[in-house]
Each structure stands twice: as structure tokens, then as C-alpha cells.
């Protein structure tokens, strides 16, 4: 069993930046594919980035050049920066670890609002 722990999350106004983070409890983290995922209201939980155990990354269309996925072996842990943040950033975001099984985060709430 993997436990993922997310922060990072909260209120910022449009054009603006987070970064998330997500710390998993898991000795093989380096193992991995990492990814964050997001739900907004009324819409299903989407890809955002993922990163696999050799570095290699994926994002979704609507936050390529924007957003940028991170790991660190060391930590065991996984970081989303999230720049030019736009309204429609607005989501609960989650972490996910996959090997043989996949895990999930509690998620992290975002909202981009003046």
C-alpha cells in the first residue's frame, strides 16, 4: 500500500503560480510512473502530466508550456508547477503513483479567481 500526501494547493489569481507537491510512502518510488490528474466541477478526472520512473514526462494539451512535472528520488516526491494559471485551472487535483497497481491522493483543491 502507497500513501500519497498532496499540498500545495489554494486560491490564486489568474496569471499567476503554484506548485504542488506529493510525497509518497514508498521505498521503490523511483519505480514509478508518477501523474497528476484533475476533476472540475461537472467534468470527469483528466490527465494533466505524467513522468515516468526513466524521466520521462507527458502533458495534457491544455497546460503544455505552462505547467511542468518534477520528481525527486530522494524525497519521494512528485511536484507540479503550475504557471500562468487561467480560471478554467480550477480543479481538484490529485497525485498518482502506478506500477502493478495504482494509487491515489486525497487531492488538492485549486482555484484560480480574482
Known amino acids: 500500500q502507497v500513501q500519497l500526501v498532496e499540498s500545495g494547493g489554494g486560491l490564486v489569481q489568474p496569471g499567476g503560480s503554484l506548485r504542488l507537491s506529493c510525497a509518497a510512502s514508498?521505498?521503490?518510488?523511483?519505480?514509478?510512473?508518477m501523474g497528476w490528474y484533475r476533476r472540475s466541477p461537472g467534468k470527469q478526472r483528466e490527465l494533466v502530466a505524467h513522468?515516468?520512473?526513466?524521466?520521462?514526462?507527458t502533458y495534457s494539451n491544455s497546460v503544455k508550456g505552462r505547467f511542468t512535472i518534477s520528481k525527486d528520488n530522494v524525497k519521494n516526491t512528485v511536484y507540479l508547477q503550475m504557471n500562468s494559471l487561467k480560471p478554467e485551472d480550477t480543479a481538484v487535483y490529485y497525485c498518482?503513483?502506478?506500477?502493478?497497481?495504482?494509487?491515489w491522493g486525497q487531492g488538492t483543491q485549486v482555484t484560480v479567481s480574482s
Open positions: 514508498t521505498s521503490i518510488f523511483s519505480s514509478y510512473t
Open positions: 513522468i515516468t520512473s526513466g524521466g520521462s514526462t
Open positions: 498518482n503513483a502506478a506500477l502493478y497497481v495504482s494509487y
